[in-house]
DNA sequence: CTCGAATATACATTGACAGGAATATTCCAA
DNA sequence: TTGGAATATTCCTGTCAATGTATATTCGAG
C-alpha cells in the first residue's frame, strides 16, 4: 500500500501511469510524450515495477510496459473503507465533543 | 491529486488518515496512539491539512481534527477512470505489437 | 562481426523532507 | 495573574530521492 502510494506520489510517474491506461507503450515513447531524458524513464518505471504497477515484456530491442491492475484495485479496497464517510455523512464531532466533555468532569471529581 | 497522494504516501500520515476514519480525534491523541512526538504530529497534521484531506475545530485548548471527506472522493474518481481496464480486461498488447510490426516495415519500405 | 538503436545501470550532485530539541502561543484554573 | 497543559512553529541535521551525465548491455541490420 505504503511503496503504491509513493510511486504515484511523484508527478511524471502519475503521468506514465495515466498514459499506459490507454494501451501499452515502450521506454523511449513514454520518455518522448513526458518530455524526460531516457534514463529517468527507466528509473522512474522501475520504482512503478517494484511497486507492482507496470509489468514489463522485452521484444527484441524494446521493452514494452503495461499497467497491472491488482495494486490499483488495492487502492480501490482501501479507499472503499471509507466510503460510508462520505455516504454516511457521519462525522461523530458531537459525538466526540461529548466524550471530552465527560473527561473534563470525570477530572475534575474530587474521588 | 498530487499533493494528496504525497500526503498519503508518508506512512505516518496514512496512519493518521485510517486513525481518523473512526471519528475525529486531537493533536494529543493522534501523537500517543502513533508513538510520535507531539510537534511531529502537528507538523504531518499540517501537511494533511493543506493537502485538504483533514480539518481542524479549536475546541479551548484543543484542536480537534477529522477527515474531509472531498479528497478522497477525487482519488476515488481518479481511479475509477482505471476501472475498465480490470473489469474489461482489455490489454491492447497483441494490438500494440502489431503497430510495432507495421512500424518496421514502414521503415524498411524503399519508397 | 561491426554499427547503431533501445534500454538499463552507476555515479555524483542537489534539493526536499522527516525527525529532534527548543521555544512561542493560547487557554483554563486556581 | 501566575502556572501548566495543549498545540504550533522554528532551527538544525541527516537521509533519501530525483536529475544529469556517462557508460554498459543487448539486439537486429547489413
Redesign the pocket.
Known sequence: MNSILSALA?P?RLHIVELLRDGPL????I?DRLG????????????LSEAGLVE?Q?V????IYRLRPQPLMELDAWLSSFRRIWEERFDRLDEYLLELQKSEQKH?DKP
Do not use: F, I
Not at 36 to 47: D, E, I, T, W
Not at 60 to 63: C, D, I, L, V
Open positions: 511523484e511524471n515502450t521506454v523511449g515513447e520518455a524526460l531524458h531516457q534514463p529517468q524513464a527507466s528509473k522512474h518505471l522501475r520504482v514489463m522485452p527484441a530491442n524494446r521493452r475534575d
